[in-house]
């Protein structure tokens, strides 16, 4: 899976858009743009994933630019219950590799 | 919703013991993966399969085994426990092949393990 960088922490308000931004210089031609979200004591959940353009579902919209080279999660109206970490991954998952999650982003969300 | 199962949630068990954490998954995936994490701290990595009879180590070094003799199992096992052994494990699946839907990956609910 290619590399990707993204904020340790943010914090944020309720009734507030986060946008999380992730970068991934090294993205290849057939790499998707996949994000997870984990609550504390419980295993990640897939929440979006993306190619180009963008992409929005009940929980999030994911932003691609043109050159893929970066993507932006975006958490319209977070509540107290988004607070969460976020990962961001990039990768075909081909057979014989595995799902590396990083350190990923964590959110908080303040009353 | 999910159809991937681990027991047990919780386990407390003595040093020195060999125990066995399971995991089934009912959603035909080839791929499966057993993921550590302390609280607060990153997921590591521990081992994956990509399918039957394959299994591969992954970037931690966690003195435990796996086996892959069925599509929808893959048990985790320690030897001898050890109090450094103490976390919570994640098991999770996703579809093999290629395309989008293989980084799709669904995680149980996890067993706590605590060694004393």
């Known amino acids: 899976l290619a590399k990707t960088t993204q904020p340790i922490s943010m914090d944020s308000y309720e009734g507030q858009e986060v946008n999380i931004t992730c970068s991934h210089n090294?993205?290849?031609?057939?790499?998707?743009i996949t994000w997870y979200q984990q609550f504390p004591s419980q295993g990640p959940r897939f929440i979006i994933q993306?190619?180009?353009t963008k992409v929005t579902n009940e929980v999030a919209s994911l932003f691609i630019p043109a050159d893929r080279k970066s993507s932006t999660l975006s958490l319209p109206r977070v509540s107290l219950s988004d607070t969460a970490v976020y990962y961001c991954l990039v990768g075909p998952n081909q057979a014989g590799t595995a799902l590396i999650f990083g350190k990923g982003t964590t959110l908080s969300v303040s009353s | 919703e999910a159809d991937i199962y681990q027991t047990p949630r919780y386990l407390v068990i003595g040093t020195g013991k060999k125990i066995t954490l399971e995991c089934s998954q009912t959603m035909g995936h080839d791929k499966m993966y057993w993921y550590q994490q302390d609280p607060g701290m990153e997921l590591h990595l521990i081992h994956y399969?990509?399918?039957?009879?394959?299994?591969e180590k992954g970037d931690l070094s966690s003195e435990s085994t796996v086996s892959r003799i069925r599509t929808e199992h893959f048990p985790l096992t320690l030897e001898s426990a050890r109090p450094s052994h103490t976390s919570q494990y994640l098991c999770?699946?996703?579809?093999?092949?290629?395309?989008?839907?293989?980084?799709?990956?669904?995680f149980g609910q996890g067993t706590r393990l605590t060694v004393v």
């Open positions: 090294n993205i290849a031609t057939n790499d998707y």
């Open positions: 999770a699946s996703s579809p093999g092949g290629q395309g989008a839907m293989n980084t799709e990956a669904f």
């Open positions: 993306g190619y180009k």
């Open positions: 399969s990509y399918g039957v009879n394959s299994t």
